[in-house]
């Protein structure tokens, strides 16, 4: 009988083994509410926006495979709504990237929408406003992902911890697009603090009403990063500003650098990290400093002269020490805000880990030059690409192709390159002939791209700005990064085929350029943006097509504007 029983038992045993071979991945639910509310994240209150009453919102956490479900409620009242998952490939999903006018139509206030995904890959990743310029409104967050069960990192910890570095304007949205859009055109200027984690401080004696600003409030105290000594952190740090690029330092300590976007890194050891918004990474901090004091965490702004925002500021709290007890020092000098080389060879550093490495294929089957200018239209400034500044349709493209509507956007594709040999990038043009245009690039579908970054001379003399893009569904390999205008015969030549890095942000530096490489593999509608704010509503975009006709059915749910009213099923 007990041989019986045995037997029994392992056949049962065996069976669960093979329907269930692994871990089962879950299903990760989050219920939003996005809303306005007062807050103070810099002691400065303002009309913010916040999910479930929270800005950073809350961090979702996954382990590779899962599916993660968001049904979120527009309680905006008087304003749409859509969330892009920054990173997140949306592989079988293009109608949830969360790209109002690519991807999906916006959420209406009061309206619930279902966001729901696969995290096929563990790493840092982020979540925020895809709607005019709300991202810089509060409303964002992390996106945390594990490694699969039975798997290992190239590195170890003791804990995990994320931290958002954003900028911050006292100036609402509303007020920062008035500017942009008007004759004479009126810049958002500088922004008024620096936010570690949602947290900043601004000096309220600037400011005429004690209502307004409240230096004792406790939604600005100072982030408090609490650690035990003798022990090592893994710090998600990433970035969402809305125009700086920053450095973020934590006195006392290097960092050590093993995660961008999503992949690993070999290894290498910084004092300061430069971090361009829509980037993430992932240092490890050991805690092996002298233990009975606390240390400051800052950072500060890079690549603009800004003589107007100070440095953010945190806490690096070395238990049992009190988290109020100010660090006995002064916070640390950020780097030159000029010092573009020593920031261009960090972009350098970063390579694949040697056991992590993909070699992009060798060749590409096209290339497109795209050259960042600014320029006027009719009087107003704008931003572009090749001379083309980027407006999104009324209808999205993904509906528009899948659904073959007639009339949404311009069928003149984009040009694919620019006047590389006689165009002086130093000079200051007048740039008055630049055209607008909702026109995409029509991509092969499986085919390699190549996409040369041009940065120029903006329409201020001697400035050229930084521009951070960011690539929606997909990964590239970084293959280099130059000073000056780009050579087509000599520059490929330099190329990293070897053991590139891929990323889905990349900076494009000062009067440089910057090589990427993708494979057109993931069929959809994808933005390929400048990531801030104010530019890429200025026009610095463009948008990729491959392999529409490969879609599943879309979901009614991401219809009901433009042209694709009329696809929504009849009520009774």
């Not at 073959?404 to 694919?416: A, H, K, R």
């Not at 520059?491 to 440089?512: A, E, F, Q, R």
């Not at 042209?563 to 929504?568: N, R, V, W, Y």
Request: proline share 7%; hydrophobic share 35%.
């Amino acid at each position: 009988m007990a041989v019986t029983r045995f037997l029994a038992l392992s056949i049962l045993l065996f069976s669960v083994l093979i329907v269930f071979p692994e871990a089962e991945a879950k299903t990760r639910r989050y219920k939003w509410e996005v809303k306005y509310e007062y807050k103070s994240p810099d002691c400065f209150q303002k009309m913010v926006i916040t999910i479930n009453g929270r800005t950073p919102g809350p961090t979702i956490l996954a382990e590779e495979g899962d599916t993660v479900i968001v049904e979120l409620t527009n309680g905006l009242l008087t304003e749409n709504v859509a969330i892009h998952w920054h990173g997140i490939r949306q592989i079988g999903t293009p109608w949830f990237d969360g790209t109002e006018g690519v991807t999906q139509c916006p959420i209406l206030p009061g309206e619930t929408f279902k966001y729901e995904f696969k995290v096929d890959r563990p790493g840092t990743y982020l979540y925020h406003a895809h709607y005019g310029m709300q991202r810089e409104a509060g409303l964002y967050g992390s996106i945390r992902v594990a490694v699969g069960s039975g798997k290992t990192e190239p590195f170890s910890y003791d804990y995990d911890r994320s931290i958002i570095l954003t900028d911050w304007y006292h100036n609402t949205t509303y007020e920062q697009v008035l500017g942009l859009s008007s004759i004479p055109f009126d810049w958002v200027g500088e922004p008024q603090s620096l936010l570690i984690q949602g947290k900043g401080r601004y000096n309220c004696s600037l400011v005429s009403s004690p209502y307004t600003c409240n230096s004792n409030s406790t939604q600005c105290s100072p982030y408090v990063l609490t650690v035990v000594p003798g022990k090592t952190y893994r710090l998600r740090v990433s970035s969402l500003a809305a125009l700086s690029a920053l450095s973020f330092q934590i006195e006392g300590h290097n960092m050590t650098v093993v995660e961008a976007d999503g992949h690993f890194v070999e290894p290498f050891v910084v004092n300061n990290l430069f971090i361009y918004s829509g980037e993430t990474y992932s240092v490890l901090v050991k805690t092996d400093q002298e233990p009975s004091r606390n240390y400051w965490v800052t950072t500060t702004v890079v690549s603009r002269n800004n003589t107007v925002t100070p440095p953010g500021l945190a806490v690096f709290n070395y238990y049992p020490n009190h988290p109020k007890r100010s660090p006995p020092t002064a916070p640390p000098a950020g780097p030159a805000w000029n010092d573009v080389q020593r920031r261009v060879n960090q972009s350098r550093a970063i390579k694949a880990h040697r056991d992590y490495v993909f070699p992009p294929p060798l060749t590409s089957d096209r290339v497109i030059l795209m050259l960042n200018t600014q320029n006027e239209i009719n009087g107003y400034r704008r931003w572009s690409v090749n001379n083309v500044s980027f407006n999104l349709p009324h209808t999205p493209y993904l509906i528009a192709i899948k659904e073959n509507i007639s009339g949404v956007f311009d069928q003149t594709p984009p040009p694919d390159n620019f006047d590389l040999q006689n165009y002086d990038i130093y000079t200051k043009h007048n740039n008055s002939n630049a055209t607008s245009s909702n026109s995409i690039y029509r991509l092969k579908f499986n085919t390699t791209v190549d996409i040369i970054l041009q940065n120029a001379n903006t329409m201020v003399v001697n400035n050229s700005e930084t521009h951070p893009w960011h690539l929606h569904g997909h990964d590239f390999w970084v293959l280099g990064y130059g000073e000056g205008k780009f050579n087509i015969s000599s520059d490929p030549g330099k190329y990293n085929l070897v053991n590139p890095i891929m990323k889905n942000t990349v900076p494009l530096h000062s009067y440089g350029w910057t090589a990427l490489r993708f494979r057109s593999d993931n069929p959809g509608v994808w933005a390929f943006h400048c990531h801030i704010e104010s530019h890429f509503y200025m026009g610095m975009g463009v948008v990729f097509e491959e392999g529409v006709e490969r879609v599943g059915k879309l979901p009614s749910s991401i219809m009901g504007c433009g042209k694709s009213k009329g696809l929504l099923p009849s009520g009774p």
